[in-house]
C-alpha cells in the first residue's frame, strides 16, 4: 500500500541523513497520521422505526416488574397513528398489571420496547407518533421516552372513550439533547395503573432520530488518502530542504 511504502521511506537509511529538524518534523507528522488512522465508530441511526418489516426487527421487547404487554404478544398491525388519514404499520401492545396490587391506584405497570444505536457527537432529535385506542377505560396509557435511562419526554391519555363509543386519541413524544460519540440506549415504555382485560390498545410508529449527532463521517478510504498525502508532503519538504545549495 502507498501508506505502508511512505513509512518504509521515512525508516530507511538515507532518511537517518536529513537534518534533525527535519526528521523531527516527518516524525510528528507520521504521528498525527497515525492519529486518524484510529478506527472511529460510524453513526449509525436506528433499525425498522417505521415497523416496515412487519415485525419488531431491530427492537428488544421489556416488561415492568408486575407489567405486561398484553394478553397476546405484541403485533406489527396497520393504523393511523398519526392521523394523516393513512394507515401504515405500526406496533400494538396491550399494557397493563399481570401481578400484584392490580388496580384501585396502584403503580404504573406495563412495558415497551428499547434499542441501541451509535451516534456521533452532537445534537440528537428523537420523536415518535403514539395512540391509544379504547372504550369505556379510565387509563389509556402513559408513554414516556427515556434516552440513556432518562425520561425525555411523557404523554398521558389519562381515561379514553367514557362518553361511549370506540375511541382514538394521538399524540408525539420528542426530545432533544446533546450526545457524545458512542453507544445509546432509547426507550419507549408504555404504562398503566390497571390490569390486562378489556385494555385500550397503544401504538407506536414513525420512532425516527435525527440531528448533527448522526452526521455522516469519513470514510476509512478517505483518512487513508489524508495520511498518504501528509506524508507525501514532508518528504518533498525534506528533499528540497536537504538539497545542497
Same mark, same amino acid.
Given at each position: 500500500?502507498?501508506?505502508? !511504502?511512505?513509512?518504509?521511506?521515512?525508516?530507511?537509511?538515507?532518511?537517518?541523513?536529513?537534518?534533525?529538524?527535519?526528521?523531527? !518534523?516527518?516524525?510528528?507528522?507520521?504521528?498525527?497520521?497515525?492519529?486518524?488512522?484510529?478506527?472511529?465508530?460510524?453513526?449509525?441511526?436506528?433499525?425498522?422505526? =417505521?415497523?416496515?418489516?412487519?415485525?419488531?426487527?431491530?427492537?428488544?421487547?421489556?416488561?415492568?416488574?408486575?407489567?405486561?404487554?398484553?394478553?397476546?404478544?405484541?403485533?406489527?398491525?396497520?393504523? =393511523?397513528?398519526?392521523?394523516?388519514?393513512?394507515?401504515?404499520?405500526?406496533?400494538?401492545?396491550?399494557?397493563?398489571?399481570?401481578?400484584?396490587?392490580?388496580?384501585?391506584?396502584?403503580?404504573?405497570?406495563?412495558?415497551?420496547?428499547?434499542?441501541?444505536?451509535?451516534?456521533?457527537?452532537?445534537?440528537?432529535?428523537?420523536?415518535?407518533?403514539?395512540?391509544?385506542?379504547?372504550?369505556?377505560?379510565?387509563?389509556?396509557?402513559?408513554?414516556? &421516552?427515556?434516552? +440513556?435511562?432518562?425520561?425525555?419526554?411523557?404523554? +398521558?391519555?389519562? +381515561?379514553?372513550?367514557?362518553?361511549?363509543?370506540?375511541?382514538?386519541? !394521538?399524540?408525539?413524544?420528542?426530545?432533544?439533547?446533546?450526545?457524545?460519540?458512542?453507544?445509546?440506549?432509547?426507550?419507549?415504555?408504555?404504562?398503566?395503573?390497571?390490569?390486562?382485560?378489556?385494555?385500550?390498545?397503544?401504538? &407506536?410508529?414513525?420512532?425516527?432520530?435525527?440531528? #448533527?449527532? &448522526?452526521?455522516?463521517?469519513?470514510?476509512? #478510504?478517505?483518512?487513508?488518502?489524508?495520511?498518504?498525502?501528509?506524508?507525501?508532503?514532508?518528504?518533498?519538504?525534506?528533499?528540497?530542504?536537504?538539497?545542497?545549495?
Amino acid at each position: 500500500m502507498a501508506i505502508d !511504502r511512505a513509512f518504509r521511506r521515512l525508516l530507511s537509511p538515507a532518511a537517518e541523513r536529513r537534518p534533525a529538524r527535519i526528521r523531527r !518534523r516527518i516524525v510528528s507528522i507520521a504521528s498525527a497520521v497515525g492519529l486518524l488512522m484510529i478506527p472511529v465508530p460510524a453513526s449509525a441511526g436506528l433499525i425498522n422505526g =417505521d415497523f416496515e418489516t412487519g415485525d419488531l426487527t431491530g427492537w428488544t421487547t421489556f416488561v415492568t416488574l408486575h407489567g405486561g404487554l398484553g394478553s397476546e404478544p405484541p403485533a406489527v398491525v396497520l393504523f =393511523d397513528t398519526n392521523g394523516d388519514g393513512i394507515a401504515s404499520n405500526a406496533a400494538r401492545f396491550q399494557v397493563g398489571q399481570v401481578s400484584g396490587n392490580i388496580g384501585g391506584g396502584a403503580p404504573q405497570e406495563g412495558g415497551g420496547v428499547l434499542q441501541s444505536f451509535v451516534t456521533g457527537a452532537g445534537e440528537l432529535l428523537i420523536s415518535v407518533d403514539i395512540a391509544a385506542e379504547g372504550a369505556s377505560n379510565a387509563s389509556a396509557g402513559l408513554f414516556s &421516552l427515556l434516552f +440513556d435511562h432518562v425520561v425525555v419526554d411523557t404523554h +398521558d391519555f389519562g +381515561d379514553i372513550g367514557l362518553s361511549g363509543g370506540l375511541t382514538i386519541e !394521538r399524540s408525539t413524544l420528542s426530545a432533544s439533547t446533546m450526545v457524545t460519540a458512542g453507544s445509546h440506549e432509547m426507550e419507549i415504555l408504555m404504562t398503566r395503573g390497571a390490569g390486562i382485560g378489556g385494555t385500550p390498545y397503544q401504538y &407506536l410508529d414513525d420512532v425516527i432520530v435525527s440531528g #448533527s449527532a &448522526l452526521s455522516p463521517v469519513p470514510e476509512p #478510504s478517505s483518512i487513508t488518502l489524508l495520511g498518504v498525502g501528509l506524508l507525501i508532503t514532508a518528504l518533498s519538504r525534506s528533499r528540497r530542504a536537504a538539497a545542497p545549495g
